[in-house]
DNA sequence: ATGAATTACGTTGCACGCAATCTAATTGTT
DNA sequence: AACAATTAGATTGCGTGCAACGTAATTCAT
């Protein structure tokens, strides 16, 4: 049952998996993060924020890996819910700094009980969990790393 | 080291290392499916249809996890590339059946040492893979079981 | 110090991904 | 047979993701 692989085959790829548990991740947050108002990806900024405050575009992107073509207009829509505020940077007036208002740094209490619905959903050890992340957060790093030294632009 | 964890740190979540995870394939993808004029999710679509031809929207959906409203529009662009056909089935007419064109089946070859390039990029060795592959497929599975409960529609 | 790169962000265009809704075809009920 | 419920696709609207391009601010080189 090991060699009759065929690279070819959906259910052999590990891109697959990878590709159809994120979707999975999506529909169980989002019953969660509608009571909040939240978007998934609107929530991932959030944690981001919430770790930090006034971080850059540039920061908040590096952090999540995403650009400003996703990130303006998505910070533009938590502007439009009150949860952040935009301002330049005095220092660098090119750089736009991200802060929490009241109400956004509030949503963090709001937010405490998603992760434990999370780890229900996960269904899993704690210690089998860290290694999973582990074992997909090395896997990423080094996808990345071959998409760099491919096309750094 | 070990309880220093905030349930609220991005670092720490399974989801971003996913997340990020999934959009490290697609990078790396990008570069290889270019010479081949399709996106990511076309390619997937295009496996599907290698490994099992003349299958209805409907069965490729359940196969990738969309729904026609994604599907509807992409197997369009495959059919404006010359890859795929539409067509209604005559025992049901409901249904449309999506068939490989010669292009289409033509396009496997040309496709057949992808694997072996995202092999190298994720740069570990086969047995390895095989059980990330599964585990992440695992946590899929209870991830969609816990989204269908709970809002099956 | 001044023109050339570089950088940060914004905008546009295209391709997903999904909810909601619509239509047409089939199935189930009586 | 007639009508209700279900099913398969298509369509619309919204929110990502990302490439490509544009603008303004900063830095670098000479």
């Known amino acids: 049952m090991a060699d009759d692989h065929d690279v070819q085959k959906l259910g052999d790829q590990?891109?697959?998996?990878?590709?159809?548990?994120?979707?999975?991740?999506?529909?169980?947050?989002k019953p969660l993060l509608a009571p909040l108002g939240l978007t998934y990806p609107q929530y991932l900024t959030m944690l981001?924020?919430?770790?930090?405050?006034?971080?850059?575009?540039?920061?908040?992107?590096e952090r999540l890996g995403l650009d400003s073509g996703t990130l303006t207009p998505l910070l533009k829509r938590l502007?439009?819910?009150?949860?952040v505020a935009r301002r330049r940077d005095p220092q660098d007036e090119r750089s736009v700094l991200i802060g929490l208002t009241a109400e956004g740094l509030a949503?963090?209490?709001?937010?405490?009980?998603?992760?434990?619905?999370?780890?229900?959903a996960i269904g899993r050890p704690w210690p089998d969990?860290?290694?999973?992340?582990?074992?997909?957060?090395?896997?990423?790093?080094?996808?990345n790393a071959t998409a760099e030294a491919a096309g750094p632009t």
């Open 129 to 143: 969990v860290i290694r999973l992340r582990q074992d997909i957060a090395v896997l990423r790093d080094a996808l």
């Open 14 to 29: 590990l891109c697959f998996a990878v590709y159809s548990a994120a979707h999975a991740f999506t529909r169980v947050y």
């Open 107 to 120: 949503l963090k209490a709001k937010a405490k009980d998603i992760p434990l619905a999370l780890g229900c």
């Open 79 to 83: 502007e439009k819910l009150g949860l």
């Open 48 to 61: 981001v924020l919430w770790e930090r405050d006034d971080l850059s575009v540039k920061a908040i992107g």
